[in-house]
């Protein structure tokens, strides 16, 4: 069996859930299970209505639903037809004068828990992976709607709950199997879940990913496939550097460092349960269905280019903290992460001297009471407007040399910080933020000139 999630702007009308119909009906033979997300912004238009209700503005809650009600009225009447419509309407109904109920009884309390904000964030789910199931149904592929609040089982930390993953296992083994078993494609929406008592939770936003990788791994996938609206993920941002190619073979951990780095394609948790059980996760273009997409697997074959890819982060601010007290000093180190930490503010890149530490973050309005903190500890100083240029290769653990062919095309460029990750598969250095189209574009066109065509296309 295959596991086929569709993000938001995969079903996001009509014509999008029709495209997910065709490439649905194209893989029958390899036992689907089809994870949707909520239709395009549905999630976020979920979350200004919840907090309306807690805030006491019931009737800004129930415009939005009832905006929501329309578009998804739509959607379902342009998909099914007639007599489907029909049908399928007094669902529709049921679900909206549910979430209305429950928008009331938010704004009759004046609050808005973690618990509740579930509630309503489930809404988007329930409803894609309902119309998806009617259109399927309406067009006599063998659906089975199955609920996600019944098949993945997590903690209680609503909004954005941990999955625990053997209990999920035994219930998709007891839901989905069989339905499979019986030639039928169970679709399930993507992100819901509830504990083990049946209380709804959400697992993160943009969580869908996750529960197709949780499906994939519990039943033992052959393969996971993402379905967004790019062709897959590529060795340099495409708006910085038009030349760059098309990844067709990456491994997990590559695709893990590139994440952070807003490769916007795929979340980086979803890595991980598919990484334990070796299952490839496909990253594909549900607007272009033709293109192969990128293949993230556990050991890719080898490639002849030094790097796979050359991401940029952008709004990055350098927090430089040197004193004569650090050195030899032991604690040091540890009391500035305290403040960091007290601060919630997470750190990328660090490099040391004796006397010295400099870290990055991203840039945000708490950095400067951070830097007051650290004043009484050392000399403090911040500058933002950098960028972290992060370059992402397994050669880079095993080919010597690379380094210099990096800081030899440089040679002219600034460069504040440099760090070669523990990970081994990184290099990442710092420059001011309007050189980056600049080192991007030289970078690719260095490393990139002769494709590897088993790598790249
Ligand atoms: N609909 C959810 C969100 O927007 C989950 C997802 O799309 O992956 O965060
Ligand atoms: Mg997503």
Redesign the pocket.
Known sequence: MIVMKF??TSVEDASAIRRVMQIVEGRLQQQPVVVV??LAK??DQLHTMARASGAGNRETATALARRLQERHTQVAAALLGQPAFEEFHPVLDEIFQNLNELLRGIAAVGELTPRSADHVLAY??ILSSKIVAAAFHAHKLPVTHADSRECIVTDQQFTRATPLLEETSSRLHKIIAPMLAAGRVPVMG??IAATKAGITTTIG?????FSAAIVGAGLGAERIEIWTDVDGMMTTDPNLCPDAHRIKNISFDEAAELAYFGAKVLHPATVLPAIQKNIPVYVLNSRNPNCEGTRISARPAKSRNFLKAIAAKKRITIIDIASPRMLLAHGFLKAIFDAFDRHRIAVDVVSTSEVSVSLTVDSNESIPALAAELAALADVKYEGRKAIICLVGENLREVPGIAAHVFGELQDIKIRMISQGASEINLSFVVEEEHVPEIVQRLHRKFFSDPDPDVFA
């Open positions: 993000g938001g997300s909520a549905v999630t988007g789910e993507g992100f936003r943009g969580g869908s990913d």
